[in-house]
């Protein structure tokens, strides 16, 4: 499982993968019970009771988690946890310690009945910036709005008892009739007001989220698989219904690059649309599960961006079917919530499957053979802004601690880039005829979702499956302290490096914007104590100018993202007019659009030598 942070540069401008059994249990098995109980919420908080397994120690402890799979960061889950008691079977209470953050002991645990406590949401103490450093990204987080939403991210509710972790869980949640529960997970109460979950283990719940609201979803089969589509949208803004017929021609795309690999019959995506106001969520991006994928984005998006950050994420998301829901090592597998023991291979988990949820756009006929290479030329820029002497199998181990989760993200970017240095080895050895989806095939094939690998052994059997340029590579670039030269590989396919002068965007530099937003006011306002470009300069715009409208388009807070899309489709010289007020005082101002531009690096396709091996790289 994994997190894929979605880069919303402007976010800061607003405020300076184990299919789950559903087979009833006896009662004669032994078994954790839990209900959790959304008709009762007082103050954002949810009353959990959870009935204990029979314990034979004097003391027993339950967890609730530090980390989850693939948000490789210690968010510390239990600090939304209030109130834990615990109850013998006369009703009377035992003595609990709060050993950590995370964990309590409960005493005379041979009479423990049950534990309550009450669950606060997260979603309402985001700031937006300190996601994976003490902060809970969205996707993995909890949102609770009485009569409704509730984002039930399983692993921010229920916990585990020690050594408990491997028997069947039994959940029943008890919700208004208006609510409606997404999940891949099968309801065995057929009531419209009760939901029965059962799970093998532990850990097949913690991989099943559920999403409540009024009910507002889309399935659809795509090669057997069963599709289902939910959204909450506050407004109503946006349907399940809107945004389907994308997201179907998405992943039918992505289900015939895939081809045999298929690990669920059932896949959700649940679509969390936020308000962008300050009790809401802020961390924009997707988190997957072997069958679902929770997805949180900003409400006011046009629908064209929105579908576009749609396709973006949830196809990332969706091929962690491959890895590392069906091909990971014994450190997943076996995965420890609090005391994490990281894998070598995030260049597998994160990288290939970044890499393929590009690949198969230019392979399926979705995006053209520029938009490719213009997305590969972006990860390499973005990847010689890295620590490039940092072995990718250390940082990837020691992914939790400075300074080497300070290079996570690399991992979307070189991780990405090591993939496609891989696919292209392969499809060099083999004249063509096989890549690193063959690769990832035979993978899947040796091990499996049950059958984990041993981290040390994998570059080892990588290489006998293979070819020894394959091995020599791994060990070189991804083990090694080598930077990747990534010209090299490229012109094996005939692409080679170019540069060339482009406009950028006019509210934005990088990954700082020039303008930002007064959350009371909603007004929209032109950055302090920063040098402007020429887009501002050639009107006579300044610091503090708030913008009311552009082309006699009123713009806030509420319609930004409008505005930066129209500003994408400016040209240079176009005539621009904008109402501003500066110093309390509104003011016309005409003129002309002047853009700015910058040098750009990029790839492109120059020797026509190669096009037969390019063309079974992009397209085979």
Not at 503 to 509: D, E
Request: net charge negative; hydrophobic share 35%; proline share 4%.
């Amino acid at each position: 499982m994994k997190k894929i942070l979605f880069a919303f540069a402007f976010a800061s401008v607003f405020w300076s993968c184990k299919t789950a059994s559903t087979s009833a249990i006896t009662q004669k098995e032994e078994q954790v019970l839990v209900n959790i109980n959304l008709n009762e919420i007082i103050d954002d908080k949810v009353l959990v009771t959870v009935n204990a397994p029979s314990i034979l120690t004097d003391e027993i402890t339950y967890h609730i988690p530090k980390t989850v799979p693939g948000t490789y960061s210690e968010d510390n889950y239990g600090k939304y946890i209030e109130d834990l008691k615990a109850y013998n079977k006369k009703g009377e209470l035992l003595n609990v310690n709060k050993t950590d953050v995370n964990s309590w002991s409960i005493a005379n645990a041979k009479t423990l009945d049950k534990i309550t406590y009450r669950v606060n949401d997260s979603f309402d103490t985001e700031t937006g910036k300190d996601f994976g450093d003490g902060e809970i990204f969205s996707p993995a987080g909890s949102n609770i709005d009485a009569g409704k939403n509730i984002m039930l991210n399983t692993h921010c509710f229920v916990g585990y008892f020690t050594n408990k972790m491997s028997i069947p869980y039994q959940v029943t949640i008890t919700h208004p009739a208006t609510l409606w529960g997404a999940t891949s997970m099968t309801d065995l109460d057929s009531s419209d007001t009760n939901d029965k979950f059962v799970t093998a283990r532990y850990a097949e719940l913690v991989e099943n989220p559920i999403m409540y609201a009024k009910p507002d979803y889309t399935t659809f089969a795509v090669d057997g698989m069963e599709i289902q589509i939910a959204v909450y949208s506050p407004s109503g803004k946006v349907t399940a219904e809107s945004i389907t017929p994308e997201m179907k021609t998405m992943m039918t795309a992505q289900k015939t690059f895939l081809g045999k690999i298929d690990a669920t019959k059932k896949y959700s995506v649940l679509l969390y649309l936020s308000t962008m106001q300050e009790n809401d969520a802020k961390g924009f991006g997707a988190l997957e599960h072997p069958t679902a994928t929770t997805v949180v984005l900003p409400e006011m998006m046009p629908k064209e961006e929105l579908v576009k950050s749609m396709m973006d994420v949830v196809s990332h998301e969706f091929f962690h079917i491959l890895t590392p829901l069906t091909i990971h090592s014994k450190e997943i597998q076996d995965f420890d919530y609090n005391n994490p023991k990281m894998s070598e291979h995030l260049w597998m988990y994160e990288g290939v499957t970044e890499y393929f949820a590009n690949l198969f756009q230019i392979n399926q006929g979705l995006i053209t053979e520029d938009n490719f290479l213009n997305r590969m030329a972006e990860k390499i820029a973005k990847a010689n802004t890295m620590n490039d002497s940092m072995p990718f199998t250390t940082m990837s181990a020691n992914v939790l601690e400075k300074p080497y989760k300070d290079q996570y993200l690399n991992v979307y970017e070189k991780g990405a880039l090591i993939g496609m240095c891989l696919d292209i080895i392969i499809r060099e050895k083999s004249n063509g005829e096989k890549g690193i989806l063959d690769l990832m095939q035979k993978l899947s094939s040796e091990y499996g979702v049950a059958k984990p690998f041993e981290d040390k052994e994998l570059f080892t059997k990588i290489t006998s499956i293979s070819y020894p340029e394959v091995g020599e590579f791994l060990n070189t670039y991804v083990a090694g302290t080598t930077a990747i030269p990534y010209a090299t590989y490229l012109a094996k396919v005939g692409v080679t490096n170019t540069t060339e002068k482009v406009a950028t965007n006019v509210f934005l530099k990088g990954q700082s914007p020039y303008i930002t937003v007064n959350p009371q006011t909603k007004e929209i306002s032109v950055i302090p104590d920063i040098e402007l470009n020429n887009f501002y300069t050639n009107l006579g715009l300044k610091a503090d100018d708030i913008l009311l409208s552009i082309n006699d388009k009123a713009y806030s807070l509420v319609n930004i993202y409008e505005m930066i899309g129209a500003s994408q489709n400016w040209k240079e010289n176009d005539a621009i007019t904008l109402k501003i007020k500066r110093n309390g005082k509104e003011q016309i101002i005409k003129g002309k659009v002047k853009l700015p531009y910058e040098e750009k690096a990029g790839l492109k396709s120059t020797d026509a030598s190669k096009t037969k091996l390019k063309e079974a790289w992009l397209k085979a």
